[in-house]
């Protein structure tokens, strides 16, 4: 199921990709999927960071303002804690 919903929120992003809430729903559907797994799966580890980083860009300007924002830089920063040694989610910074 959260492999589908990917991939649907992957060909809106082809459609928009600087579209924030489309990057925080992508996030979020891969980091609810590492939550739901006893081990880490890196393709999801990857499209969470990925995608907690691009919705926060996507939107600068209003980063601190955003409950939403605020939230994805506490999650990209657990993932990063958690999962920072992977080669995959190094590459994103």
Not at 24 to 37: F, K
Not at 67 to 75: A, W
Not at 80 to 91: D, I, Y
Request: aromatic share 10%; hydrophobic share 45%; glycine share 4%.
């Amino acid at each position: 199921m959260f492999k589908n919903l990917s991939a649907l929120f992957l060909k809106s992003l082809q459609c928009n990709e600087n579209n924030a809430k489309v990057w925080h729903a992508y996030a979020m559907i891969n980091y609810v999927a590492i939550e739901a797994e006893h081990a880490p799966n890196w393709g999801c580890v990857h499209a969470a960071a990925e995608g907690f980083v691009r919705s926060v860009l996507c939107k600068p300007q209003i980063a601190l303002e955003d409950k939403n924002s605020f939230q994805n830089t506490l999650r990209l920063l657990n993932l990063v804690f958690l999962h920072g040694h992977n080669a995959r989610v190094q590459e994103l910074f």
